[in-house]
């Protein structure tokens, strides 16, 4: 069964700093990922989304890499902002569904970040 | 265009009650699917669709779920004799049945059983 998980659970940074979350994956045979925000009391936002072909993707300040055998992806955020704040949800598919199945998600990581 | 929605956005019921929860998603998007997400358990896969048929039931918690989705739009997802342990978030997705299937999620349901 794949598991996801996701360090840190919860990290406070001041604004302006580069930051890293980490994701890791136990089933490397993977569809894709992607990387999601949750603010509070909504939905989620797509950030990102790698393909198990790629190695990274790149939004704005937002910088995703994949590594597929080792079972590990990243999303780098460049000069933090306070509206950076959200919770951050890290989600595979496996490759058994050929793409039309469900996410398997992290418990996230709650970022903070001090104005 | 718009995005997911779905409703109620909350709903308060009594133990034992029936429920019925809607997702409207987006224009186009062969693919829906369901998940709860509960304090302190994450975000938990129920159900997908592909079209109007879901090939696999068994993400759902128990035989107390159900799902439907008709005309290949509209999902109901009904919960029979609500339990306290079903009070959750219960967020749809919608994709297009390309190569990415990227996921786009609604605003969810607050579920909350008494």
Redesign the interface.
């Known amino acids: 069964k794949q598991e996801v998980t996701q360090i840190p659970a919860a990290l406070s940074v001041p604004e302006g700093e580069n930051l890293v979350l980490n994701c890791s994956f136990t089933d490397s045979a993977i569809y894709n990922l992607q990387w999601f925000r949750q603010d509070p009391g909504k939905g989620l936002t797509s950030l990102l989304l790698i393909q198990s072909s790629q190695r990274e993707q790149t939004s704005g300040r937002l910088n995703a890499s994949l590594d597929k055998s080792s079972g590990r992806s990243t999303l780098y955020i460049a000069a933090s902002q306070p509206g950076d704040s959200a919770t951050y949800l890290c989600a595979v598919r496996l490759l058994s569904g050929g793409g039309a199945d469900g996410l398997t998600f992290g418990k996230g990581t709650h970022l903070i970040i001090q104005p | 265009g718009a995005g997911?929605s779905q409703s109620p956005s909350n709903k308060v019921t009594e133990k034992g009650k029936d429920v019925e929860l809607r997702c409207d998603p987006i224009s186009g998007h062969t693919?829906l699917?369901w998940?709860r997400q509960s304090l302190g358990q994450?975000?938990e896969?129920?159900?997908?669709f592909?079209g109007n048929s879901a090939p696999?039931k068994s993400?759902l918690p128990s035989d107390r779920f159900s799902a439907e989705r008709t005309g290949g739009s509209v999902s109901t997802l009904t919960i029979q004799r609500t339990q306290q342990e079903d009070s959750a978030v219960y967020?749809c997705?919608s994709s297009l049945?390309d190569?990415?299937?990227?996921?786009?999620?609604?605003?969810?349901t607050r579920l909350t059983v008494t």
């Open positions: 997911v693919a699917y998940y994450g975000l896969f129920l159900i997908y592909q696999d993400g967020l997705a049945a190569s990415s299937y990227e996921q786009y999620f609604g605003p969810g």
